[in-house]
Nanobody, 125 residues
Framework: QVQLVESGGGLVQAGGSLALSCSAS????????MGWFRQVPEKEREFVAA????????RYADSVKGRFTISRHNTKKQVYLQMNSLKPEDTAVYYC??????????????????WGQGTQVTVSS
């Protein structure tokens, strides 16, 4: 079983930065693809960024490309999301997710097997 715990959310002004972290338990973290998703009330969970198991491949939603950076540290069992130039429309609950099945790096929430509890990010205008 894998447990994921996000941290680093908060309130920031537009144009500011936040860094999210996700800490994982379990021995197999280094073999998982990892992703960040976000969700606002009454909307579906939205893909933000993903990184493959060794950190050599990453994918981003068009809406965050050039502003957000995903990275991971397998020894520490952590994955990060650096968010710069934040906009009010980035306001959401951000979730960390793990894909234990491998294969191609995916942007689909249904392909991820484990989820954290989420951390709130609020960007004021």
């Amino acid at each position: 079983q894998v447990q994921l715990v996000e941290s680093g959310g908060g309130l920031v002004q537009a144009g500011g930065s936040l860094a999210l972290s996700c800490s994982a338990s379990g021995r197999m973290f280094s073999s998982f693809h990892m992703g960040w998703f976000r969700q606002v009330p009454e909307k579906e969970r939205e893909f933000v960024a993903a990184i493959n198991w060794y950190g050599g491949i990453s994918r981003y939603a068009d809406s965050v490309k050039g502003r957000f950076t995903i990275s991971r540290h397998n020894t520490k069992k952590q994955v990060y999301l650096q968010m710069n130039s934040l906009k009010p429309e980035d306001t959401a609950v951000y979730y960390c997710a793990a894909d234990e099945r491998g294969g191609p790096l995916t942007t689909l929430p249904d392909e991820y097997d484990y989820w954290g509890q989420g951390t709130q990010v609020t960007v004021s205008s």
